[in-house]
């Protein structure tokens, strides 16, 4: 579940990074000068950071951190759609994981 929800996340932030580009360049010839595709390319950035967060808490909290998984894929793919599809397809697996999966009980030793 860590590895997953690392993998999608970095993959988020690139995805993030290019919807951005994508963005300013739709800014710059745009007759405006603005374009919304930068702001959801900035909110998909801060949904692949909450993925990553939810990651680094699969280990002590795992409902906690499928929770944030799913939140972010769902949120992620709402944001960009189409460029988040990886990230967002990865993060709500590695969620439900974390979500379904049965916490391991340690042993106890004498």
Sequence with gaps: MFAMGL???IFGIIAAIFAIFVGGVDAAFSSDGTSSIFGLG???????IL?????AMSKPKPKVAG??????????FISISFFYILSGILFIIGGFMGILGKKELSKKTA
């Design 7 to 9: 993998i999608a996340g």
């Design 42 to 48: 900035v909110s998909a950035m801060l949904f692949s």
């Design 51 to 55: 993925g990553i967060v939810g990651a």
């Design 67 to 76: 929770v944030l998984m799913v939140i972010s894929g769902i949120a992620g």
